[in-house]
């Protein structure tokens, strides 16, 4: 009997996934525990292996959407001389079970699915309560899992919250979700049954479309949402990197011979970073909702995100603890996130439970930017170019010279973090960036 090849539960708020490799064809004989697919979903990429050894019978194809538990395929049990020939048994199950056709015809761009287009609907009934509710909820049958707060917005805004997918813990649809769904309708928009939807311009000659990954519509939603849910605001500097480039000159080949590692300017940030977490505890912490309150959750720890650039779009995995780390373990930890990353070798819990976030925008040469939280964070640190320029220095002497300066950007959340405690916080990293011995000293 055929052992059936199904999607795994990864994790609660991961509900479906895309194929987007087969390493092995229909018919080939495969051992257990070989790679068999690669299965992308909305926050990593994670192979499926085969259940037990036999001959490979696909039932799902690249590019196809697949739920957690469907069946994708089956191995029958057989030694490797099977995989030239198939079993009869298993033609005609394949037969039973076609590849479904994939249309030739154009593929629309698939939008994310908390800010799609919402289809035409009735006028919304009331609830028992006298508030209304949209129709489609209401005829579903089904419960939809979100707070009170979201639901009572979507009553507002009527909003289908079936369409909706939650950012918030086990997919829970929070109200930031309604909000940001409302925004992509347009600000004071009528409500969706006095919107007829109409049909999406066909693409212009030479042009192509192709679906969004799910990485990449779950990017476009997060930072949808952390735009429309945060009062966001962005302070900024310039730090003189004499200093650490005059370190780093000296010591570079000492550091690499004996940690076997290359020193960076990742690792001076982010020691420099975890000396202001320290000093200003309320930047390592963030909103979280809790029974229909707005709590306020401080963290011991500085678990420190930093955002790595792939193929595939932007993930930001978690170095953890941070403050209990060495400069060389700093340094050798983000190097295995990145290469890691770019791999698409991350878990899932590599990306999740970060409390501050750096980017380094400088790679790509980017002079200055104004970075998105990192939600539920409540700030991000931007790092720059690299850019000689006339500045003070000595500072304080009224003498110019020519300095290597880098412009710095503090994004941070205004509801739990003051002007000033954001404005603070940035010159201590600029204090310790142009003054590294205050990282040793811990001052």
Request: proline fraction near 8%.
């Amino acid at each position: 009997m055929p052992t059936n090849i199904t999607v795994p539960s990864i994790a609660d708020s991961i509900t479906s996934g895309v194929i987007s490799k087969w390493h092995k064809k229909d018919g080939d004989f495969v051992n257990r525990d070989e790679e068999l697919l690669d299965l992308e979903t909305d926050k990593v990429t994670m192979p499926i292996l085969a259940p037990e050894a036999g001959v490979l019978k696909r039932s799902a194809s690249e590019g196809d959407t697949v739920n957690v538990g469907q069946v994708i395929g089956a191995i029958e049990a057989g030694s490797a001389g099977a995989a030239s020939k198939p079993a009869p048994a298993a033609a005609k199950a394949e037969a039973a079970s076609p590849t479904p056709p994939k249309a030739s015809a154009p593929v629309a761009v698939a939008p994310a699915p908390a800010v799609a287009a919402p289809a035409p609907k009735a006028s919304p009934a009331p609830t028992t309560n006298g508030s209304a509710a949209p129709s489609a909820n209401a005829n579903s049958g089904q419960d939809v899992f979100a707070t009170p707060l979201a639901k009572k917005l979507a009553a507002e805004h009527n909003v289908d919250l079936s369409r909706l997918t939650g950012t918030g813990g086990a997919g829970r649809i929070r109200e930031q979700d309604v909000l940001a769904f409302v925004q992509s309708r347009g600000s004071g928009a009528a409500p969706s049954a006095a919107r007829p939807s109409s049909p999406a311009p066909a693409p212009s000659a030479g042009a192509t479309r192709e679906k969004m990954t799910p990485l990449r519509q779950r990017i476009a939603q997060r930072l949808v949402q952390a735009q429309h849910a945060a009062a966001m605001l962005t302070t900024f500097n310039e730090v003189d990197m004499g200093a650490v480039m005059d370190l780093r000159k000296s010591y570079k080949e000492d550091f690499e011979k004996k940690h076997g590692i290359g020193l960076g300017f990742m690792g001076f940030f982010v020691k420099a970073t975890v000396s202001a977490l320290k000093a200003f505890p309320m930047v390592n912490a963030y909103i979280v909702e809790e029974a229909g309150q707005l709590m306020i959750e401080k963290h011991p720890s500085c678990d420190i995100a930093v955002a790595v650039s792939t193929p595939k779009g932007l993930v930001v995995p978690v170095l953890r603890q941070c403050e209990s780390k060495s400069m060389a373990q700093i340094e050798s930890g983000i190097k295995d996130l990145a290469v890691r990353g770019r791999d698409g070798k991350l878990g899932l819990d590599e990306m999740q439970g970060g409390t501050f976030t750096i980017t380094n925008g400088g790679v790509f040469g980017s002079l200055l930017s104004t970075p998105i939280l990192n939600a539920p964070q409540s700030a991000i640190l931007g790092m720059h170019t690299i850019k000689n320029r006339p500045a003070e220095y000595p500072v304080g002497s009224g003498q110019v010279a020519i300095r290597p300066m880098m412009y710095l950007a503090l994004s941070y959340d205004h509801r739990i973090i003051d002007g000033a405690e954001a404005v603070q916080f940035l010159v201590r990293i600029k204090q310790n960036i142009e003054d590294p011995q205050r990282l040793l000293l811990e001052i």
